[in-house]
């Protein structure tokens, strides 16, 4: 089965800076996606990497904010921009494999963001 | 908009059986998939119905009556591995790809 892995980790950043996660998928999938969870919450969906093409963002966020680069079929960069304490955050990329269904999505590890 | 109720925490012993209830408010609904979190990992997909009735996976189940707006997660023989966040989640017709997540049960599993 297809892989997912993160890069960072965990990061612990200061107000203002910018942080750029990284997702990469060990095969190829068909979509790509960014979430938001906080410690023992929900998922919140940010956008939906698209191939070559500008992100979808859904309602609250903006590509400002969360620029997301997708240059091809097995690897998404998500970027946390003029971050405060409110961005931190557990985000988490997803993937749809070839031929599966869009609600059968496999995650990666998650990386933990803490803002200061 | 959407909604999405289920439970916020559920408890059990070994060897029992646990449904886990899931009622949706949405429009455009396509189907219902649930997803099993444990403390610190990532997600992973347990199930998806998109048409009325029963699916079943091993141990796990899920059920859906979408006259009713409703679903169920089904844990059946429990372990205590099963201690984890389940998640029901939506999804909507084609053109909007795109996974509307409850806010997760938490599945306590005592021996």
């Known amino acids: 089965s297809a892989v997912i892995s993160q890069k960072p980790s965990r990061d612990i950043c200061q107000r203002g800076t910018s942080l750029t996660i990284q997702c990469q998928v060990d095969s190829q999938v068909t979509m790509m996606f960014w979430y938001r969870q906080q410690p023992g919450q929900s998922l919140t969906l940010i956008a939906t990497?698209?191939?070559?093409?500008?992100?979808?963002?859904e309602s609250g966020f903006v590509i400002d904010k969360f620029p997301i680069s997708r240059p091809n079929l097995t690897f998404s960069t998500l970027t946390v921009s003029n971050m405060s304490p409110e961005d931190s955050s557990i985000y988490l990329c997803?993937?749809?494999?070839?031929?599966?269904?869009?609600?059968?999505?496999?995650f990666g590890p998650g990386t933990r963001l803490t803002v200061l | 908009g959407q909604s999405l109720e289920q439970p916020s925490e559920v408890t059990a012993v070994e060897g029992a059986i646990v449904q886990i209830n899931c009622t949706y408010q949405t429009s455009g609904f396509y189907g219902l998939s649930w997803y099993q979190q444990h403390d610190g990992g990532a997600p992973t997909f347990l199930s998806y119905?998109?048409?009325?009735g029963l699916e079943e996976t091993g141990r796990f189940s899920s059920f859906l009556s979408r006259s009713d707006s409703y679903g169920y997660l089904l844990l059946q023989e429990l372990q205590m591995k099963d201690s984890a966040s389940y998640f029901c989640a939506v999804s909507f017709v084609s053109g909007y790809s795109t996974l509307t997540f409850g806010k997760g049960t938490m599945l306590l599993v005592s021996p």
């Open positions: 990497a698209n191939q070559g093409s500008e992100a979808t963002y």
């Open positions: 997803s993937a749809t494999r070839q031929g599966a269904d869009y609600s059968e999505q496999f």
């Open positions: 119905n998109a048409l009325d």
